[in-house]
């Protein structure tokens, strides 16, 4: 029994390396794929024990390709990006994630623009405000924050740390935000403005005080310093998409409600109904301020 089982195992094995060397010398990217699969079931793969040579190759695919085989991948180049440019990575970071998250809450709540699209003219809008105010903004803010408690590691400092965090860097960049998201709004005078803030930041002010505690009390134990502002956007792009999508779910819904619930002229009928419909006669406004939380620092 022995020896036979030995047998078919090396006739499996052969079959198997056949196989693999038709795949090898037709090229191409079955070719490669093949090659690649065929050094991570020898071991060859650094960072890999070859007993799972597919898993193996897709996992190295994913983090960065072969060159980075053994390492952490994209991760660790990253952290090395923000070491070595942080305000350049954070500023591309930002605008990414403001603008995925606005188009990725449009998506969720099916809020469409007037020509049926989810990309509506507040995504770009939101990544250039990620971009050029959020992450320079946090950028000084944080370094400001640092600098106050470098070399500080007590108990008592961390405290201290997390007040100074939610009492002076909070409000500072959640006016910002506010501010940021009337303009995209559409607001065109100083009146406007001031009341977008006024009526939305105690609201946001509660979520980052919800928020901003746990998260610096996280960075403090587990992040190097760097990675702070990016783990920082990071919770917000999660949070803000909720609220987001959950905002405009609720405008959508007030809008249909006024439109079919006869809360509209001519008993609440339009002239289409559809991604692109008109409510009362008029065009759907594309922008509104949104009631979403500024990155917690």
């Not at 997390?162 to 065109?188: C, E, H, R, T, W």
Request: glycine share 10%; charged share 15%; with cysteine.
């Amino acid at each position: 029994m022995s020896l036979k089982f030995e047998r078919d195992t090396t006739v499996t094995g052969a079959v198997k390396d056949a196989v693999v060397n038709h795949a090898v010398n037709k090229g191409g990217i079955v070719g490669s794929t093949a090659t690649a699969i065929a050094d991570a079931a020898h071991g060859n793969l650094p960072g890999t024990s070859g007993k799972h040579p597919i898993s193996a190759v897709v996992g190295t695919a994913i983090t960065g390709g072969r060159q980075n085989a053994g390492t952490k991948g994209y991760l660790s180049a990253y952290l090395q990006q923000l070491e070595d440019h942080p305000l350049r990575t954070k500023m591309l970071t930002a605008g990414t994630m403001a603008g995925s998250q606005e188009l990725l809450s449009s998506w969720l709540a099916k809020d469409r623009n007037k020509h049926g699209n989810y990309f509506t003219s507040r995504v770009p809008k939101m990544a250039a405000y990620g971009a050029l105010v959020s992450a320079p903004l946090g950028h000084f803010l944080i370094w400001v924050l640092q600098k106050i408690f470098s070399g500080r590691t007590s108990l008592r400092a961390k405290i201290l740390q997390i007040l100074f965090s939610n009492m002076v860097i909070a409000p500072i960049q959640n006016s910002v935000y506010l501010v940021a998201m009337a303009l995209i709004a559409g607001a065109k005078t100083f009146r406007q403005v001031k009341a977008t803030v006024r009526v939305s930041f105690w609201k946001v002010m509660r979520v980052s005080w919800i928020t901003s505690p746990i998260c610096l009390a996280f960075a403090q134990k587990f992040l190097p310093e760097h990675a702070w502002v990016p783990f920082f956007n990071l919770v917000s792009f999660v949070i803000g998409t909720y609220i987001n999508t959950v905002t405009k779910k609720e405008r959508l819904a007030a809008l249909r409600k006024k439109h079919f619930g006869g809360g509209g002229p001519g008993g609440g009928r339009s002239s289409a109904v559809g991604p692109g419909s008109t409510i009362s006669g008029g065009p759907r406004p594309d922008d509104y301020p949104p009631i979403g939380p500024n990155p917690p620092y």
